[in-house]
């Protein structure tokens, strides 16, 4: 069925964010067309829903979206690039939206996304370089490609990663409950009629809290919403690090298969960790590839605009563009850097048992000469917080106020002095100390802060691991623990915060301090924590810093 393209409210809202935003190329075609529901046949005879935006004699590039959220959400983008002569391919995924079959997270990307692209190879208005879009499940379908013979000839990934698991299942080794019982969530209801939409919105905050603490955890969908999805409780059974199952899920595994590509990230999405080390292997491997990082969350609106802006640029280079460029939060704004990480100097800042935060060369004189220990005690029935982080629960995503979390008796908090002058931080900070457990079985979490004049403390990034369970209870042993990437400026004036605790729960799932595996939790046992400062094996926070005139300011419309 074609006819005229007509967009959705929620689609003409973001149409018009697309036509307002500085640096677009003006649009060409006044009429764009919609050719809807076209059965693509997958390789086991499944017809996928799939539609075409294009303008009557339009002769421009193809850009393919797959999508598990449905073809009109996405209208706005593909109206836009269309009237710019472009064609749109937006299919939905299997299972989805009217797509035949049954949506299996991850399993079926590789051979529909292959289906997809030989369909589109072999349409007559396909004369120019097919490249695909997206962010997020998006990006996910997009990594798929890379494992089979038709490859787009380049790719915009956004706030995604090759390895699904590793990077928003299992960061650190524990179970990063927040984000897939979100998502699930948020799958059940996407199909309902409005009215249940709405409702069962309005509902999400306490029935995502209820959702995490359940017990055992593969219930956490059911006790949340009701609903008991196949993907959630597999992902809970194959939760331990190496299983097996995940192997055929990880994409583009071989690095000479990916075209060029743009990566979208953001240092408060829940992807970031995963998809910079995308980068660095691409990087390393010597593979055409760009980075964008901003302040955003997971599905913030920028990233579409950003995103969109590339893929247009894209279509009109003539050799695919590299480098990267950051935003540095804290009021510097956006750099254009040669590489990431650019180079930086190592600052060591140590702990000590006043609560402080002094910096190496002056522990001398301001730290304890003596090795002291900080203790704590973990509950698992009343597990620490979160307070915020990189997840997908839009009701705790993002830098969230610390104080209350921060007044716990389970949170170590150290504080450094006020700056003299600003202090910028790229790269990746990293914590190291000799920690001990009651119970082998513990975990590890650090957040470094922003203190302002006013005494509020911010996230800027953090830290989690999951012990390795072979040490003797009350075993000292050094940690040396990587915090996610950042490029930030600590504001003369603001002081450092660091915390130190054994949990941030659900943005990673509380440890039960049994040997059960994460689909039990019928017993949850406390632990004794311990962490050593001062002395010969003292605590140490590492901090890359950085001139803040490192590149010249850009303005991020500005493609260079």
């Not at 040490?471 to 950042?486: T, V, Y």
Request: overall charge negative; aromatic content about 6%.
């Amino acid at each position: 069925m074609t006819g005229t393209a007509r967009l959705t409210f929620t689609a003409r809202r973001e149409h018009r964010r697309l036509t307002r935003a500085a640096d677009m190329p003006p649009a060409t075609h006044r009429e764009v067309m919609r050719t809807a529901d076209i059965p693509v046949p997958a390789d086991d005879g499944v017809e996928l829903l799939t539609d075409h935006w294009h303008a009557p004699g339009a002769d421009g590039h193809t850009l393919l979206i797959r999508t598990p959220y449905g073809r009109d959400g996405i209208g706005g983008v593909a109206r836009f690039i269309a009237e710019r002569g472009h064609h749109v391919i937006v299919q939905s995924c299997r299972g989805t939206f009217g797509s035949g079959g049954t949506f299996d997270p991850l399993h079926d990307e590789v051979a529909d996304g292959q289906a997809a692209m030989r369909w589109l190879r072999r349409q007559a208005w396909t004369t120019g370089r097919v490249h695909s879009w997206g962010g997020s499940y998006f990006g996910v379908t997009q990594w798929a490609y890379c494992d089979g013979d038709e490859r787009p000839d380049a790719m915009g990934i956004a706030i995604s990663a090759r390895r699904f698991d590793d990077a928003i299942l299992y960061p650190g080794g524990g179970f990063s409950i927040d984000t897939p019982l979100t998502w699930a969530y948020a799958l059940d209801i996407q199909e309902k009629p409005l009215l249940e939409r709405i409702r069962a919105l309005l509902l999400a905050k306490p029935a995502l809290v209820r959702g995490s603490l359940a017990t055992p955890p593969s219930e956490a969908v059911r006790a949340a919403r009701g609903a008991d999805p196949r993907f959630f409780r597999q992902w809970v059974e194959h939760s331990d690090q190496g299983d097996a199952w995940w192997h055929p899920m990880h994409f583009a595994s071989d690095l000479e298969t990916i075209p060029p590509v743009t990566l979208l990230a953001g240092w408060q999405d829940l992807f970031l960790v995963g998809q910079l080390a995308d980068h660095e292997e691409l990087s390393a491997a010597g593979r055409p590839v760009r980075l964008i990082v901003g302040d955003w969350v997971h599905g913030a609106p920028e990233i579409t605009v950003i995103g969109v802006r590339e893929a247009l640029a894209a279509f009109s280079a003539t050799e695919p563009a590299g480098g990267a460029r950051v935003e540095i939060t804290g009021g510097v704004g956006w750099r254009d850097l040669e590489s990431w990480p650019p180079p930086s100097t190592p600052i060591e800042i140590e702990l000590t048992d006043t609560g402080r935060l002094s910096p190496v060369a002056a522990t001398s004189e301001t730290a304890s000469a003596d090795a002291a220990v900080l203790a704590y005690r973990y509950d698992p029935a009343d597990p620490t917080p979160d307070a915020g982080g990189r997840t997908l629960n839009p009701f705790s995503a993002g830098r969230r106020d610390q104080r209350a979390r921060e007044r716990r008796d389970d949170v170590l908090v150290f504080t450094g002095d006020a700056l003299a002058d600003d202090l910028v931080i790229m790269g990746e900070p990293a914590f190291e100390a000799t920690f001990a457990s009651s119970n082998p079985r513990a975990d590890l979490f650090v957040r470094l802060c922003e203190v302002d004049a006013k005494g509020a403390s911010r996230t800027v990034t953090d830290g989690y691991r999951r012990l390795s369970p072979d040490a003797e209870p009350d075993e000292p042993r050094r940690i040396r623990l990587a915090l996610a990437p950042i490029a930030h400026r600590f504001a003369a004036g603001s002081r450092l915060r660091l915390q130190v605790s054994s949990g941030a729960h659900p943005l990673h799932l509380r440890n039960s301090g049994t040997e059960d595996p994460v689909r039990d939790h019928s017993r949850l046992i406390p632990s004794e924590q311990s962490v050593q400062v001062g002395g010969t094996s003292p605590a140490i926070l590492t901090l890359p810093a950085v001139s803040q005139a490192t590149a010249p300011a850009v303005h991020p419309g500005v493609r260079r």
